[in-house]
DNA sequence: GACCGTGATGACACTGCGTGCCACTTCTGC
DNA sequence: GCAGAAGTGGCACGCAGTGTCATCACGGTC
């Protein structure tokens, strides 16, 4: 993982090749696909494990606040995380929004998030008599607030003197109001 | 393309090599790369082409309607086709959210449309006095509307007996609430 | 100390994607 | 008829990812 990020810092993702991964971590290429399933992983890993705590800390929110701003809430803890290392945090993001190949794992680490604050979100909607029609709310929602989160993340990344959280903010309020 | 079409409907998207669809075609493998840039291109070029008409839709609302209002009516078009076409629709939708290798494809579309609603929104909304922060309000309302879509296409595809215009305005009118 | 399973490793071969290079054909204008 | 341009296909290459098999180190057993 360590000689990996070194190599994406240095040459950019796409340029990297197994090979090299591999050869600066002293191993072969072939025992590298035994612990990664690809390049992929590596990024995905990094991503996942930088915000595993949104759900524990959603579900600590108070059951009575209105879920959009638990949400926002939620991701403070991740939001002050990547200000307080913003020289490391916007190469990645910035990383993660121009190669192409790491687009797929992107849209994974979305459907991730997705899949665990769903349920959670769920819990707080108002019940619903079972019509016919599925019901999309808790999916939308969520939905809803990844898209403000990478929006706010990606002009933060894009503009040195702006701050996560004020663009956060901004995005959250925009979309609700 | 028809080619491609018939063979990603049979086998899947991954399952179907370059060289079957040449084939088919009546051209060499390298004559293909020629006239697309990969597989995901013939993905692409059909999600792109499918809804190319959203922001001449957009733009053709009244001023004064509430900006995510606009956004529903100009999703309209769409989903009138989709629902009609259901029979062809609901399986491309299924692909290309259970094939992980269209995943990248779909980013791509979704920042295609992104790139086209984003200033026809930004034209829409109250201006700002130019502050320090970037603006980030047309991106962050764009992004969740298409999340909004991708959510109730999702659940379409996945429910027989649903109605897409219907799922999406549930997930629309639940996000703004 | 010799023996044997088990698991980790690496070498090799193979399929598939995508690209550069070059030869060949066809079409077009002079 | 001929030169040039454009389209086409063959070939070779690098890279991702997978299956197969040999090798090697380890711990326990006799």
Redesign the interface.
Known sequence: MRQAWLLFSRQGFEATTVDQIAAAAGMSRRTFFRYFTGKDELVLTRLVESGESVVEAFRARPADEPVWTSLRRAFDEGVVQQEAHAALARPLLVMLRTE??V??T???WRRRWQDLLEPAVAERLPRRRAG??????A???V??A???L???Q??WA??P???LS??LD???T???A
């Open positions: 192409p190949g687009r797929a992107v849209v994974e016919s029609s599925p019901d999309v709310r999916a939308a929602i939905a809803s990844l898209s403000c990478e929006t706010a990606g002009a894009e503009h003197h702006s701050r004020t663009l901004q995005a959250m925009t979309v609700t």
